[in-house]
């Protein structure tokens, strides 16, 4: 089970943060990743950290946002700053490659110009 949380309506420029709660099963060991969908486009990954800490980011977001997890707490975080409009999506965490029958509801980032 994956449950997205923090999303939120921000300026353009501004700073949020979000979070995914995972069951240990799915996050034990696994690489994690955060997703966005836009509408009317694909998923896409934009964030992605192993067990051990190491993170990569598409080159959209690379130096705006900062994937981060807590290995005791089965969480995964991504802190995202100077977003941008074209940031608005739905954001959902995953493994990476994704769990198809794990998918959340997700978590709104809006971001106003």
């Known amino acids: 089970q994956l449950v997205e949380s923090g999303g939120g309506l921000v300026q353009a420029g501004g700073s949020l943060a979000i979070s995914c709660t995972a069951s240990?099963?799915?996050?034990?060991?696994?690489?994690m990743g955060w997703y966005r969908q836009a509408p009317g486009k694909e998923r896409e990954l934009v964030a992605r950290?192993?067990?051990?800490?190491?993170?990569g980011y598409a080159d959209s977001v690379k130096g705006r946002f900062t994937i981060s997890r807590d290995n005791a707490k089965n969480t995964v975080s991504l802190q995202m700053s100077s977003l941008q409009p074209e940031d608005t999506a739905v954001y959902f965490c995953n493994t990476n490659p994704p769990l198809r029958i794990a998918w959340g509801q997700g978590t709104q980032v809006t971001v106003s110009s």
């Open positions: 240990r099963n799915i996050f034990h060991g696994s690489i």
């Open positions: 950290i192993t067990w051990h800490g190491d993170a």
